[in-house]
């Protein structure tokens, strides 16, 4: 197999080792194909398939796609896309060396947060604030640096999963503290924290609902009033925001989604949350507070552990800047998608129906914020509506074929028909993407 003209082609392109391999692996396959009866492939159509192969396993990633299925903040498809300016932070900060840790003007050694630290004070109202690799990580730090071989008290119904496996009683185990949960799944008040109060305790852990509800019969005990609680207590409000918006959401027609600077007010000593939700940046988690609080954590063996890269650093005071010059919804796209208007969807999904032909409807629809936040709400819409009638295998058959293109474009299924959602296409995806539901289409 390895004389076939094809394959000693490939191992020019790769290595004769790297090829062997994928030989060998194939021909395994081809064995095993054999013994249960089937037809023995020919030798080019062997050699076309470990070609298949290569170009599948060792191929750069993770590959663009053209997000239509109008979720905004899609976890699966790499969350929040960024702003120019912040890919422009992005390529100076790798392309070059980087005064990241080093002070320009002492010319000695500086520190990594700096860059970060000011604008999020700024933007926040807190005294200190320190970015790591997720707000997984952000959250593992606080309670390591803070309650290990302690006691955390937490609501019954805020003891949840957000996915991925991560899990708030396994995190609070891991980081070694233990967990006291107190109240109901559906009701918890501030007296129940204040009777789980002993000597042990050293925090109150507040986590969001981000990515579920609980409708009815509730009640749960608001930061304002756990606040003097612990503060009498000495022990630390801790808040796991998840989302943190910087923005007000109810303005678009959402629900409200409470934000860092209302964590920071209301007196949460630590406040922890993401910079690839409703921030709409890199991939990063935040801690903000009290400055002796976050000095501690920045000095945990920890915090250099799951410490933010500089490409992320950079990506993220950008990011930040947009906000502190009133600038986000313009710049940062998800917000520009949170707050594209309804004319603009419609006239996108007309002039897409336009170039897609006779198949195609404009049909009005939802978009959905995704990525844990702001579950049950959703964003109307237009969808250009795809009939999938001719096509053997129907929607699912034309869902596949749209992810088989050159850049994959990712749709979803509504009433039998796939629906491309204007809203997550930026507008220079959108001649690709025409292009390639046409090809879909004529397959
Ligand atoms: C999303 C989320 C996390 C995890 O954040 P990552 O940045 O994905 O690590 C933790 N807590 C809450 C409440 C969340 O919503």
């Not at 700024?122 to 997984?136: D, K, P, R, S």
Request: charged fraction near 20%; include cysteine.
């Amino acid at each position: 197999m390895l004389a076939h003209p094809e394959l000693v082609r490939l191992a020019e392109h790769y290595s004769r080792a790297a090829v062997t391999d994928l030989v060998r692996r194939e021909l395994a396959s081809v064995r095993q194909a054999a013994a249960a009866g089937e037809a023995l492939p020919s030798p080019d159509r062997i050699a076309e398939r470990v070609a298949r192969a290569a170009s599948e396993r060792w191929a750069a990633g993770p590959r663009r796609v053209i997000n239509a299925t109008g979720v905004i903040i899609h976890t699966n498809l790499g969350r929040a896309p960024l702003s120019h300016e912040a890919l422009d932070a992005v390529r100076e900060a790798a392309q070059g060396y980087s005064n990241l840790e080093y002070d320009l003007e002492a010319g000695e050694r500086g520190h990594r947060y700096q860059h970060v630290a000011g604008l999020l004070c700024q933007l926040t109202g807190a005294e200190a604030a320190l970015m790591v690799n997720n707000n997984a990580s952000a959250v593992m730090l606080t309670l390591a640096a803070t309650s290990v071989g302690k006691e955390v008290v937490i609501s019954r119904g805020e003891a949840v999963e957000i996915g991925g496996g991560f899990r708030i009683p396994d995190v609070l185990r891991q980081s070694g503290a233990k967990l006291v949960e107190v109240g109901t799944t559906n009701r918890t008040y501030d007296r129940d924290y204040q009777a789980a109060t002993t000597p042990k305790t050293a925090a109150f852990l507040k986590v969001h609902a981000s990515n579920f509800r609980v409708t009815g019969f509730t009640h749960s005990a608001s930061l304002e009033e756990l606040a003097p609680i612990a503060r009498q207590a000495n022990v630390l409000l801790l808040h796991d925001l998840g989302s943190g918006s910087l923005i007000s959401t109810e303005k678009y027609g959402l629900a409200h989604e409470p934000t860092p600077q209302e964590s920071v007010a209301a007196g949460a000593d630590l406040t922890c949350f993401s910079t690839d939700k409703l921030l709409g940046g890199p991939q990063g988690g935040i801690v903000v507070g009290k400055k002796d609080l976050v000095d501690r954590l920045a000095r945990h063996p920890l915090a250099r552990a799951l410490r933010m890269d500089k490409l992320d650093i950079a990506a993220l005071s950008t990011t930040l800047l947009h906000y502190l010059r009133n600038e986000a919804v313009e710049k940062v796209p998800i917000w520009r998608m949170i707050a594209m208007p309804m004319a603009e969807l419609d006239a996108r999904a007309r002039r897409w129906q336009a170039a897609l032909g006779e198949g195609a409807t404009v049909i009005p629809g939802e978009s959905t914020i995704g990525g844990g936040s702001l579950p049950g709400e959703t964003l109307p819409t237009r969808l250009v509506a795809l009939t999938a009638a001719g096509i053997p295998g129907g929607a699912q058959e034309l869902l596949r074929r749209l992810r088989s293109q050159p850049t994959p474009v990712i749709a979803r299924v509504v009433d039998d028909k796939v629906a491309l959602d204007p809203r997550t296409v930026s507008p220079d995806e959108e001649l690709p993407l025409l292009q390639q539901v046409q090809q879909a289409l004529r397959q």
